[in-house]
């Protein structure tokens, strides 16, 4: 399926899943990507998701850049070129302010000693 994408597509594709291997292992655990599939429609279950999965052979709890792409074949293969894109600016975007979000610091605590302006 990955082969009736344009260089760009896989491109983006392979950006998304770069952004999620946090660890650069070469794949992607199943809960990090019902966490991103979440961001962009709460509605959607971790069973959903196996169930999408397993419905183009993918049986293990991650996947890898060639799972990935053959999944967004799968889910995305009726979508114009420049929609396509779109979903894939979503994702990515998604996954960014997440990564962000994980990497704010802890807000300190007030202190119980301020003083208050008279």
Do not use: K
Request: with cysteine; hydrophobic share 30%; proline share 5%.
């Amino acid at each position: 399926m990955a082969s009736n994408f344009s260089h760009a597509q896989l491109e983006r594709v392979d950006d998304l899943f770069r952004t999620y291997d946090r660890d650069n292992n070469g794949t992607m655990d199943l809960i990090e990507f019902v966490g991103l599939m979440q961001r962009i429609d709460p509605t959607v279950s971790e069973e959903d998701v196996r169930i999408t999965f397993e419905g183009i052979g993918i049986h293990q709890d991650f996947l890898t850049m060639e799972d990935m792409r053959n999944w967004v074949g799968t889910m995305f293969s009726d979508l114009t070129p420049e929609e396509f894109m779109g979903q894939m600016d979503d994702f990515c975007q998604a996954a960014e302010e997440e990564i962000q979000e994980q990497h704010e610091p802890e807000p300190e605590p007030e202190s119980e000693h301020e003083t208050e302006p008279e």
